[in-house]
């Protein structure tokens, strides 16, 4: 049967990548591929039954990375801005 696998640890790579796959065996926590088990949900690559399902959650991880981002640079910003009005103690 036809997986789509979706690699979700692209936030260490230039781009995020969905490839179809031919599973042997699936269970509802693990797919097999060439023999070995796989869990559909790791920390680099989810399984999808769709093309549709892998792609929302790429940019559903992507939008999470992005709001994290942007406030990350918020708070930077504020201690730039406080780091910018000390003074010297007299």
Request: positive net charge; glycine residues 2%.
């Given at each position: 049967m036809k997986k789509y696998r979706a690699r979700t640890s692209f936030i260490w790579s230039v781009k995020?990548?969905?490839?179809?796959?031919?599973?042997?065996r699936e269970?509802?926590?693990?797919v097999w591929i060439n023999g070995r088990r796989h869990n559909k949900r790791s920390e680099y690559d989810d399984y999808f039954d769709s093309f549709d399902q892998a792609k929302s959650a790429l940019l559903h991880c992507q939008n999470s990375i992005n709001s994290s981002t942007e406030k990350q640079l918020k708070e930077g910003i504020k201690t730039a801005k406080a780091i910018s009005n000390l003074l010297e103690n007299e």
């Amino acid at each position: 049967m036809k997986k789509y696998r979706a690699r979700t640890s692209f936030i260490w790579s230039v781009k995020a990548e969905i490839t179809t796959v031919e599973v042997e065996r699936e269970t509802d926590h693990n797919v097999w591929i060439n023999g070995r088990r796989h869990n559909k949900r790791s920390e680099y690559d989810d399984y999808f039954d769709s093309f549709d399902q892998a792609k929302s959650a790429l940019l559903h991880c992507q939008n999470s990375i992005n709001s994290s981002t942007e406030k990350q640079l918020k708070e930077g910003i504020k201690t730039a801005k406080a780091i910018s009005n000390l003074l010297e103690n007299e």
